[in-house]
């Protein structure tokens, strides 16, 4: 066995050398078996699929556990197959979700471990894809996404070192396939991308134009970088049929004894050329793959390889007169083999969305499947990189064994799963995320705690008290600010540069004073609890009021507010006092044809005086006004009993019976107005389960409209899907837009795929997309932009017209195998009632761009919130603000990342130019920023560039090389060497991570 596995605590110079540099093993590209030049050459791939977590919990499936629903044991798979790959030097195999092996590779023994290194060293196991899990690409943000995958890279690189680096993306489940990921893909050094799903229109396009494999332009902006070789999979990702050899298989074996009964060879390998023969008519060249595996299979890998290798034996013997050879392979070799096919190949610049497996069945409504989820799961994002940047200011400093980031960064991981955040697994699974997301939470609750209070200490001795976090502020449950009639509100900011925003917190009395760090009054507004978050809360919480204040942060930093509850009388000024009109009660609004208005210095929002809805936006600095009205609707969920189809709506399916929504409400809404010196609202009750609560807060320049949903009644029967639509006069053109996990904008249009002739089949659900971060209408005049806070479903079903759905409630499985209805019955058992956030506005087009993209990262970063009991002389004893950069970062760079690396001394970082190419005149352009000097708790001595995944240096990344209709595809990465000042330049969209060598001040 070649000595290259090195444990990650050698010195650096060592470890850099094996983890990030060259190799002698024989792993890669050179452990590739020899092919023919003039046959069909088979890669037979033995694989196993291995979902983290759907029908069963990930530890469940790990184990082998709860197999009444399910059977299924990753632990014995990993098990049997190992000692087939070292038995026999010619078998492959390959193996993808990390979450699993990290979890199988801490149980074995050293020498099982060796053994394991020597398989990888040798190429005979394989990584594929290398994330923590295989993704769903739909409803993720690109942040989480590149977590996982590093989360899963870090462990193979530790742990196997070059030879466990993926070459290739391996994307055989999720439901669709999004630009930005192939984009993200490439940064990370792949060389190709496989997947299986693919409309099935779209399919039969490419199999009869023969370009089911192509090179994918992932991003205009970045270019060559950013293209990637993708296959899409011809027999899905199982074996043909009659080739399963597994113990949930029904077919034969192969049979070949001539002594015995029911010899079969001859038909085997008969059957085998025949469907070699079909596939290879589709492909390009003579190389054609087969996936031999499917879900969970190869607990008895024996099965497999004995009949695999009779296979490979019985079609070789006659390849001479077949022209066919059959051979162990990976997706790697496959991928090399293609390279070097001399072939230019076609390219492709959109994405596959949506899926549809059939006519009727398109994968749309997975897009908002378990709203509550993709919530949790967002906002869980935006805290873990809060968590994260505190694990690098704390460093060495670390005290609370509790108090970690790995647990969360893990459960997030698995969170992103294709059948988790997509909403498309069994209720007691998607339980489990939660309480993983919950249980990693708390531990990085205490590590911003305990850092914060190190941060707020003067002179290292004297602490604050207790750090508190509340996770109800939605409905107004915080004991924190509940109980107290003092306290402290800090909010960090984990953004590059400095923050406003509105803290709400719930209360007991009905007047407070507030003080910044300066000592300086903070204006202030308080308002009773709606009746509507009463009804939510239950007997959660008894706060009687909300209390509204605005902060400011500091980049990448905190600020700590003071609280107080005084009596109205010992108030000097009144300026605060707020006008309620209805006094907050829901009645019916009478007809009187007068319009009401709430505004700002930036936006108007006029609501119909008879209806109580929406009637107009004005954006104040342009001076132009867009006619607007907004509702909420229903689609009545398909059962599957029409006669075009027995296809229901589902967790992934979504079909209406009909294409125009119902209106939530009878020609009025009761509504109610609350105005104030910051805050504006109306509140709209659609049904006593439906309400939303529309916003202008002084100093925006856009509103937020806060929808409440649920329980969605059932007693009718009738499965319902709630969206919220906004119609206007802009003349739209079929023509819409919407984000590719949270990044690059994609255009839309109605009716119609870039790539075939399209005939929609389901005029609603075909043209549904996912919309991750945002979407938006345009004209020449105005645009119209709508930002959410959790992933979900999307569309323009008509010209001026947006929507996007945010609860689903049914009663009918779909029977694509989750095998119970999408019915979330919620904490009282009677249905989930969901409340979220969508962000609007409307201004000139060439406004709009920068709007969005500072909001959007505003929205997804949201400064972090907590509480604690007030003491005296807290400014004399604590620092009540701090920032730990010395400079603020350009407004067109984001902070992506700043996490702890291997050690105290080696923080990972990246910077990201937010804005595509020619998007923005000003913000698109080029800039450059110094590393030299720029943090306040650490001094940066030396950096190194690595790809996005943080696998590979910069100056090792040497991706394969494809020649393309359009002209050779430059996957080339230049490399930018940084000067004394470490300055590093970002082109527009360019993400760039360095592993940074600290020292702690």
Excluded at 289 to 318: C, H, P, R
Aim: glycine share 6%; net charge negative; with cysteine.
């Amino acid at each position: 066995m070649k000595d290259v596995c090195i444990s990650k605590f050698v010195l650096f110079s060592i470890t850099a050398l094996v983890s990030f540099g060259l190799t002698n093993a024989d792993c890669g590209y050179k452990a590739c078996h020899e092919t023919k030049p003039d046959m069909i050459n088979v890669h037979l791939v033995p694989h196993t699929h291995d979902d983290v977590g759907w029908l069963k919990t990930v530890d469940q499936y790990f184990y082998g556990g709860n197999n009444s629903i399910q059977h299924a044991g990753v632990q014995y798979i990993l098990d049997s197959v190992i000692p087939q790959l070292r038995d026999d030097p010619n078998k492959r195999f390959i193996y993808v979700e990390i979450a699993f092996f990290y979890r199988w590779w801490r149980q074995q023994t050293k020498e099982m471990q060796d053994t394991v290194k020597m398989l990888v060293n040798e190429g005979r196991l394989e990584f594929i894809n290398g994330g923590w899990c295989m993704n769903d690409e739909a409803s993720t943000h690109y942040n989480a996404i590149i977590d996982q995958m590093t989360l899963g890279f870090q462990f193979l690189n530790d742990t196997f070192g070059e030879c466990g680096r993926p070459r290739v993306a391996w994307h055989i489940d999720p439901f669709g396939h999004s630009k930005e990921q192939a984009a993200l893909f490439a940064l990370m050094s792949f060389d190709g991308f496989f997947f299986a799903r693919l409309d099935y229109d779209d399919k039969k396009h490419r199999e009869d134009g023969k370009r089911m494999e192509e090179m994918w332009q992932g991003s205009t902006s970045l270019g060559g970088t950013t293209d990637l070789f993708y296959g899409a999979l011809y027999h899905h990702y199982d074996a043909p049929e009659g080739f399963c050899f597994d113990l949930s298989c029904h077919d034969n074996p192969i049979q070949d004894d001539p002594n015995l009964f029911d010899m079969n060879v001859d038909q085997k390998v008969k059957d085998f050329h025949k469907f070699a023969v079909a596939q290879a008519s589709r492909f390009r060249t003579n190389h054609i793959i087969m996936t031999m595996g499917s879900d969970f299979q190869y607990e008895n890998a024996n099965e497999w390889y004995k009949n695999l290798d009779k296979l490979i034996k019985y079609v070789n013997e006659k390849e001479e007169e077949s022209n066919i050879h059959a051979l162990y392979s990976t997706p790697s070799c496959y991928v090399d083999a293609l390279n070097k096919a001399g072939i230019k190949w076609t390219t492709k610049s959109d994405d596959f969305f949506p899926y549809a497996s059939s006519p009727h069945s398109f994968w749309t409504g997975y897009f908002t499947s378990r709203p509550a989820i993709k919530g949790y799961v967002r906002e869980t994002n935006n805290f873990l990189q809060v968590c994260k940047q505190h694990d690098v200011f704390l460093g060495p400093q670390r005290k609370n064994k509790d108090a970690e980031s790995e647990t969360l960064k893990e459960a997030m991981g698995v969170a992103q799963h294709h059948d988790a955040v997509s909403g498309t697994e069994k209720q007691h699974v998607a339980d489990d995320y939660a309480k993983r997301l919950a249980i990693g939470i708390e531990k990085c609750q205490n590590l911003v705690g305990e850092s914060l209070s190190g941060m707020m200490s003067k002179d290292n001795t004297t602490m604050p008290p207790q750090t508190q976090f509340c996770h109800y502020l939605n409905i107004s449950v915080c004991a924190s600010t509940e109980k107290q009639q003092s306290f402290t509100v800090t909010a960090y900011n984990p953004l590059g540069r400095s923050t406003n925003a509105y803290i709400r917190v719930p209360v007991n009395s009905q007047q407070y004073t507030i003080t910044d760090a300066n000592g300086k009054s903070v204006p202030t507004q308080t308002m009773e609890v709606t009746a509507e978050t009463k009804r939510i809360r239950g007997n959660h919480g008894s706060a009687t009021h909300e209390l509204l204040f605005p902060v400011s942060i500091p980049a990448l930093g905190y600020a700590t507010y003071m609280v107080k509850a005084v009596s109205r009388s010992s108030l000097l000024v009144k300026s605060n006092d707020i006008r309620m009109l209805d006094n907050y009660q829901y009645t019916p609004r009478q007809p009187t044809n007068a319009d009401t208005t709430i505004k700002n210095e930036f936006i108007r929002l006029d609501f119909d005086g008879t209806t109580g809805l929406l009637k107009t936006m004005t954006d104040l600095v342009s001076g132009q006004a867009l006619p607007v009205s907004n509702s909420l609707y229903w689609y009545n969920s398909s059962c599957g009993n029409d006669r075009l189809s027995d296809q229901p709506s589902g967790a992934y399916i979504f079909r209406p019976n009909k294409s125009d929504p119902f209106p939530l409400f009878d020609k009025t809404v009761q509504m109610q107005v609350v105005q104030g010196d910051l805050v504006q609202e109306v509140h709209q009750q659609f049904t006593p389960w439906a309400s939303q609560v529309i916003r202008v807060f002084k100093g925006q320049r856009h509103a937020e409209f806060e929808w409440t949903v649920g329980p969605i009644p059932f007693k009718d029967g009738l499965g319902k899907e709630i969206i919220s639509r906004f119609d206007t006069d802009l003349a739209s053109n079929k023509t819409f837009y919407t984000d590719s996990n949270g990044r690059q904008m994609m255009q839309r249009v109605r009716d119609h795929r870039d790539t075939w002739n399209y005939n929609n089949t389901e005029p609603v659900a075909g043209n549904y997309y996912p919309v991750n971060s945002r979407m938006f209408i345009k004209d020449p005049k105005l645009q119209l932009t709508v930002l959410n806070d959790r992933s979900q479903g999307g569309s323009s079903m008509k010209d001026g017209s947006l929507e996007l759905m945010l609860h689903r409630r049914m009663f009918y499985d779909d029977r694509f195998g989750v095998g119970e209805p999408l019915n979330e019955t919620g904490q009282y058992g009677d249905g989930l009632i969901v409340r979220g956030k969508q962000y609007v506005f409307v201004a000139p087009p060439a406004d709009s761009v920068k709007l969005h993209r500072d909001l959007g990262e505003r929205l997804y970063m949201a400064p972090s919130v907590s509480f604690s009991a007030s003491v005296a002389d807290w400014s004399k004893k604590f620092n009540m603000k701090l920032t730990a950069l010395k400079r603020e970062l350009p407004g067109n760079i984001h902070l992506l990342t700043l996490e702890h690396w291997e050690n105290n001394n080696i923080a990972l970082l990246r910077l990201e130019h937010q804005y595509e190419k020619d998007e923005d005149p000003d913000m698109s352009k080029p800039v450059t920023v110094s590393l030299k000097d720029l943090f306040v708790p650490f001094e940066v001595d030396s950096v190194q560039e690595v790809n996005l995944g943080a696998n590979q240096y910069i100056q090792n990344v040497k991706r394969l090389h494809w020649d393309t209709v359009d002209g050779p595809s430059n996957t080339d990465v230049k490399v930018q060497p940084l000067n004394d000042n470490l300055d590093v330049e970002l082109q527009p969209f360019q993400i760039r991570t360095f592993k940074m060598y600290i020292k702690h001040r």
